[in-house]
């Protein structure tokens, strides 16, 4: 049987690491706590867990402290978490199964990470991360800010590591429930440090660069930045990073008012695979905003039809293919008197949240409009 040392940093997280640590009992082998300056109750808490536990400087830069506490682990895998993740009883079943199963060669487990959640508690935002690196590869954390284990590099050894081994692609999922209230300004601070100090961003961290000016509403610049990554680095980055900056380029762009480059962007992603359901939705939404209502029909449909592509990797997003284009349908079609029509895509939504307002809503709309008929509109 495989072992894994829990390694985690944390700092402030007395609320959460309880709840998180409870969750991974009988999964990890030891726990391993790398305080990067807690003036709470967190090392208290985690004392209720484990003995290791010991302080780290923060120096902005996460990657040193997460390799900090893979330092200290003695068992065959590592394995991360944050302090406001949790391992839902399911999952931990099939987590503690592939302890019994795990072959040595594996160098690295991938798992699904969400890290969103809908109104009834489905994940809304869902990717696969690197979640069990074995010990001996030699592999290091990578970055200030959005830090990641490239797993590619073990296939050929690491530094001080044992060359070989394949990448495991399992279905077992870790939930990521923040109750942060905000989004502070910490990752963009630490960007913005690092270009002060002359540091050069490859195509990863330019993504997360805009991405982050982006959730903060700084438009131009995200634009500036997801450009300059579209132009000049594109033959670097991970093609999911590019869809992805294509698309929040062009949410920055309509807020602009600039809603024909929106929509350069937006159908650039087609250079990258399939039409993404969220990028139809966008475009759905700037032709229902102009009136063309049988495009913006059009592009809900093909935001319904359209699957993720196959293998590992994709950015998955199901409201995209479900609630959401079925609610902007039930708006299309009510704008053109297809009733009926109208009327099924607001069901179907319903089907998907059962509790969505807009649906009761237009449940009680329809019903007037029956009333005032006195037929049905299908």
Not at 26 to 46: L, R
Request: aromatic content about 10%; glycine content about 8%; hydrophobic content about 35%.
């Amino acid at each position: 049987m495989a072992t894994i040392s829990l390694c985690m940093i944390v700092k402030n997280e007395e609320s959460v690491l309880g709840r998180c640590l409870d969750s991974a009992l009988g999964v990890a082998d030891e726990i391993i706590i790398a305080d990067t300056g807690s003036s709470d109750a967190t090392k208290e808490t985690a004392a209720r867990y484990t003995e290791q536990i010991f302080d780290v400087e923060w120096k902005d830069d996460f990657s040193a402290a997460r390799n900090a506490a893979f330092a200290r682990a003695s068992m065959d895998y590592c394995m991360w978490l944050d302090a406001d993740d949790v391992i839902q009883d399911s999952e931990r079943q099939k987590l503690i199964k592939l302890k019994e199963e795990l072959e040595p060669d594996v160098l690295a487990v991938m798992m699904k990470y969400a890290t969103s959640f809908d109104s009834a508690g489905r994940p809304a935002f869902l990717f696969d991360r690197e979640r069990l690196v074995r010990r001996d590869a030699g592999l290091m954390w990578e970055g200030r800010v959005h830090e990641v284990i490239d797993v590619q590099k073990g296939l050929k050894g690491g530094p001080g590591g044992t060359a070989g081994g394949r990448i495991l692609y399992s279905d077992i999922r870790i939930d990521h429930r923040s109750v942060k209230q905000t989004y502070t300004k910490r990752n963009l601070n630490i960007y913005e440090a690092m270009l002060r100090e002359g540091e050069t961003l490859d195509a990863r961290h330019q993504f997360y660069y805009g991405r982050e000016l982006y959730y903060h509403g700084l438009d131009e610049r995200a634009v500036e930045v997801f450009r300059e990554l579209l132009e000049t680095k594109e033959g670097g980055a991970w093609v999911e990073n590019l869809a992805d900056a294509c698309r929040f380029c062009a949410v920055c762009l309509r807020r602009l008012g600039k809603e024909r480059q929106a929509l350069d962007c937006l159908f650039h992603t087609f250079c990258y695979g399939l039409p993404r359901p969220a990028v139809c939705c966008e475009i759905g939404s700037i032709c229902l905003d102009k009136g063309r209502l049988s495009e913006a029909e059009y592009w809900y449909r093909q935001a319904m039809d359209t699957p993720y592509e196959a293998g590992a990797g994709a950015f998955v997003e199901p409201q995209y293919q479900r609630e959401i284009p079925a609610l902007q349908l039930t708006v299309c079609l009510d704008r053109q008197g297809r009733y009926g029509e109208a009327e099924r895509f607001n069901e179907l939504a319903g089907r998907y949240q059962p509790d969505s307002g807009a649906v009761k809503q237009n449940r009680e709309y329809f019903r007037r409009i029956r009333q005032k008929t006195g037929e049905n509109p299908g």
